[in-house]
C-alpha cells in the first residue's frame, strides 16, 4: 500500500469518526457517517479542493499548521496526530537501527533474566532475548531467521496464537503499533519486506491491514500460556536503546493474581 493510500484511508475514517452534530452541522441527508470534506476544510481553514487532493494523494504544498489545524477538527489523539504528519511529512530514523547491538544492550538484557526480555527493530524484527523469554514467551531461536518478527509471530504462528489470550485484540494492537512505527520511519523497505510476507501468508492480516488504527506500544499487558500450559500475565514495557533510534528493549513483569 502507498503512503498516498494510507493518508486516504486514515483521513477518511478519521473523518467518518466524529459527529457533524458537535460542529452544529445537520446529521440529515447523508449517505455516510460523520464529516464530509467541504465541513472539514471549512473548519480547518483551507480550501475544499485542496483537502480533497489531500485526501486523493495528489501533489500540493502542504504545511504542517494545515495538517494540525485539520487534526484538531477530526479530533486526533496525540499518537494520531504523530502517524498523520509522519506519513504526510516522514521521519527519519538512524542508520544505527541497522546496527550490531553493543555489547552493553546484550548484557542488560541478559541481566534482566528471570524476566523476559528481547530487543527489536521498529519493523519488530527481533534481535536478541533472554533465557526467560525464550522460555516463557516464544523460542525464537527455534523459528527461521525470517520470521523472527513480533508482527510475523502474531500471524503465522499458529503455536502462538493459541497460546495468547484475547488473541485479537493483541494482533490487531501490535498491528496498529507496527503502522504507526512504518509511517515514522525513513526505512520503508524494512517494513514492506515484512508487510508484502503477510499479505502473501495471512488471510487475517489481509483483513486487518487495511484499517488504518495507530497506537504506541509503550506498555501494556498480555497473558501468554507457557509451554507447559501454565498461564501466565505480564505487564510490559517499551524503552528506546539510546543512541540507537528504531531500537527498543522490550521487558515483561509477572503481574501478581
Do not use: C
Request: proline residues 3%; charged residues 25%; hydrophobic residues 40%.
Amino acid at each position: 500500500m502507498s503512503r498516498n493510500q494510507d493518508v486516504k484511508n486514515f483521513l477518511t475514517q478519521q473523518r467518518a469518526r466524529v459527529d457533524p452534530q458537535q460542529h452544529g452541522f445537520s446529521t440529515q441527508n447523508r449517505r455516510v457517517p460523520g464529516l464530509r470534506r467541504e465541513e472539514v476544510a471549512q473548519l480547518a481553514a483551507v480550501s475544499v479542493s485542496w483537502y480533497t487532493w489531500l485526501e486523493q494523494g495528489r501533489e500540493i504544498n502542504i504545511s504542517l499548521a494545515a495538517i494540525q489545524r485539520i487534526g484538531k477538527v477530526l479530533q486526533l489523539s496525540h499518537t494520531e496526530q504523530a502517524y498523520l504528519e509522519a506519513l504526510i511529512f516522514g521521519n527519519a530514523h538512524s542508520e544505527a537501527s541497522r546496527a550490531e547491538l553493543s555489547m552493553e544492550v546484550k548484557a542488560m538484557v541478559d541481566a534482566l533474566n528471570p524476566h523476559p526480555a528481547f530487543v527489536r527493530r521498529a519493523n519488530m524484527d527481533i534481535l536478541y532475548w533472554n533465557r526467560a523469554a525464550q522460555s516463557l514467551i516464544v523460542d525464537w531461536a527455534a523459528m527461521p531467521q525470517e520470521d523472527r518478527n513480533s508482527l510475523k509471530l502474531m500471524f503465522v504462528s499458529d503455536d502462538y496464537r493459541q497460546r495468547i489470550h484475547g488473541w485479537e485484540e493483541a494482533a490487531r494492537h501490535t498491528l496498529s503499533a507496527f503502522r504507526a512505527n512504518y509511517a515514522a520511519s525513513n526505512q520503508a523497505q524494512e517494513f514492506e519486506v515484512v508487510v508484502q510476507d503477510l499479505l502473501a501468508r495471512s488471510e487475517d492480516f489481509r483483513n486487518m491491514w487495511h484499517v488504518p488504527d495507530v497506537s504506541k506500544m509503550g506498555a501494556g499487558n498480555k497473558t501468554i500460556i507457557d509451554v507447559d500450559g501454565k498461564v501466565n500475565s505480564f505487564t510490559y514495557t517499551s524503552l528506546q536503546v539510546d543512541n540507537a533510534p528504531g531500537i527498543y528493549l522490550i521487558f515483561y513483569l509477572a503481574r501478581e493474581g
